[in-house]
């Protein structure tokens, strides 16, 4: 070996060392990280002393060279990332942009067996979580019944479950009653549906079962079946399950509405509707 490569090598070596040993001591330590997120996380949310705040499931995150994990405050969990070094944090779930986010809130939609308007290759699909006794789920009926869809006619499919609110005394009978028909017969389903958000002022807890029995008259829906399922609460586990569903989805008031896993919540005017429909034609 040549002196010059000797030296050389003897440059090269010592540098290295050092950077190695840069690196190193830029790196924090997991419970460094816990302390610190900890410690600003408290202040950033408000959160009083009393209530114990706790760091979880620290690990690598999928963005190279940074670490993840939960902190957990009055029993709600906050998911993290942080630079390795423990200077830079953000809060809340991480997002794949390779990935469409929107396609996994609908396969979190339950809809086998559900009655839906509109034709079933429908390229925007809407579900809409809703309460028959809320005066801004009125308020949502008359915009996707009235405007929605007679704008877009068979490029729209509609869905409705039940998301009934425990102050409203009626809410839930009155959704028991209906999936008691929808149970029976689809376009009587629709019939009781409309009813029932166009007469909120005529409604109440002892009538709801009696106003669902005029509306079904001339139908195929059989009055004593009707009356075994409403009675014994039959279509309850039904609507139980729409309600967890809509929590899952975040949405916890009505109405709440989700376009091809875009979520709108709240008694928006037809625009909002609008701008979110047209935006997925455009994609398909």
């Not at 609908?106 to 028959?132: C, N």
């Not at 009055?223 to 399922?229: G, L, P």
């Not at 875009?262 to 005017?269: E, F, I, S």
Request: charged content about 30%.
């Amino acid at each position: 070996m040549s002196r010059w490569k000797s030296r050389s090598l003897w440059i090269i070596v010592p540098a290295l060392v050092g950077l190695a040993g840069v690196c190193f001591r830029a790196h924090a330590s997991d419970d460094e990280i816990g302390k610190k997120v900890s410690e600003y996380y408290r202040r950033k949310a408000n959160v009083p002393p009393n209530v114990d705040l706790k760091v979880g499931s620290m690990g690598p995150s999928k963005i190279k060279g940074a670490m993840t994990g939960t902190i957990e405050a009055g029993g709600q969990k906050v998911q993290f990332t942080a630079s390795e070094d423990g200077r830079y944090v953000v809060f809340g779930d991480l997002e794949d942009l390779t990935v469409d986010p929107f396609a996994a809130v609908m396969q979190k939609i339950d809809l086998k067996g559900r009655v839906f308007k509109g034709p079933k290759d429908a390229k925007v699909t809407i579900v809409e979580y809703s309460d028959y006794q809320c005066p801004y789920c009125s308020r949502g009926y008359n915009t996707i019944e009235k405007e929605v869809l007679k704008e877009y006619g068979d490029k729209v499919k509609f869905y409705y479950k039940n998301l009934p609110l425990s102050f409203h005394p009626y809410a839930e009978p009155a959704a028991i009653a209906a999936e008691c028909v929808s149970m029976q017969d689809e376009a009587a389903f629709w019939k009781v549906y409309s009813y029932f958000f166009e007469n909120q002022k005529d409604m109440n807890p002892q009538n709801v079962k009696d106003k669902a029995l005029e509306q079904i008259k001339g139908t195929k829906v059989n009055e004593a079946k009707f009356n075994d399922c409403f009675d014994n609460k039959k279509s309850l586990d039904r609507i139980k399950a729409d309600s967890a569903e809509a929590q899952a989805l975040g949405i916890s008031g009505t109405p709440g509405f989700i376009i091809n896993g875009r979520a709108l919540k709240g008694a928006y005017p037809f625009p909002q509707f609008k701008a979110v429909i047209d935006d997925e034609l455009a994609r398909k």
